[in-house]
């Protein structure tokens, strides 16, 4: 399995600022992933963290307003850039361990509110 | 991935077995079917998953069937405990990204 360490748990922001969210895994994982899930919504892929490049984003998704790194296979970061209150949601950090573990694991979670 | 269409929700009497279906019609041969919950907006947990063969682990079992265009998630004992949204899904392995579904409310009752 893989533990996930998600950071901060929760916060409250002011309309035009940005919150960078961390993601670190207690082993290497081959593949990390940003999902967002809106108040009573299904879980949204963002992207995929890709190691050492620019990340992969989904439709409806840029970096400009979701920036993310990923410097190594245990960390990843994800900024929620010049928020509005529409950004309000949990963001979640997930991974696949890889090496015969195709499981998808999840982190606890930000709940981000913007106020 | 191919699309899952799930119940809304579904009602369950606590000790009963809680049968959760989901529908892949379109699934490909190389997709395998995953289910998670998710308790209370807690990130998902991993519950099981399988191929073509009916799968069985300490939290529940998986019936997929022949034709694989359809699945159970079976809970043998449900508690209280295990009021959550259920998702199902499938995915390639190895091919990284999971698309969920709007998955189903079971709302275990005492």
């Known amino acids: 399995s893989a533990v996930i360490s998600q950071k901060p748990s929760r916060d409250i922001c002011q309309r035009g600022t940005s919150l960078t969210i961390q993601c670190q895994v207690d082993?290497?994982?081959?593949?990390m992933f940003w999902y967002r899930q809106q108040p009573g919504q299904s879980l949204t892929l963002i992207a995929t963290?890709?190691?050492?490049?620019?990340?992969?984003?989904e439709s409806g998704f840029v970096i400009d307003k979701f920036p993310i790194s990923r410097p190594n296979l245990t960390f990843s970061t994800l900024t929620v850039s010049n928020m509005s209150p529409e950004d309000s949601s949990i963001y979640l950090c997930?991974?696949?361990?890889?090496?015969?573990?195709?499981?998808?694991?999840f982190g606890s979670g930000t709940q981000l509110s913007v106020l | 991935d191919a699309k899952t269409t799930q119940p809304p929700s579904m009602d369950c009497a606590e000790g009963r077995a809680a049968n959760l279906p989901c529908n892949h019609s379109?699934?490909?041969?190389?997709?395998?079917v995953y289910w998670y919950r998710q308790i209370h907006s807690q990130g998902p947990q991993y519950i099981i998953h399988?191929?073509?063969n009916n799968e069985t682990n300490e939290m529940a079992s998986l019936i997929i069937t022949e034709d694989r265009k359809s699945s159970t998630l079976i809970l043998p004992h449900a508690t209280l405990r295990d009021t959550a949204v259920y998702y199902c899904?499938?995915?390639?392995?190895?091919?990284?990204?999971?698309?969920f579904g709007d998955g189903t409310t079971l709302t275990v009752k005492p």
């Open positions: 997930s991974v696949i361990p890889g090496q015969g573990n195709e499981k998808l694991f």
């Open positions: 082993s290497q994982v081959t593949m």
């Open positions: 963290a890709n190691q050492g490049s620019e990340a992969t984003y």
């Open positions: 379109t699934i490909s041969g190389n997709e395998y």
């Open positions: 399988g191929l073509k």
């Open positions: 899904i499938v995915r390639v392995v190895n091919a990284g990204k999971s698309t």
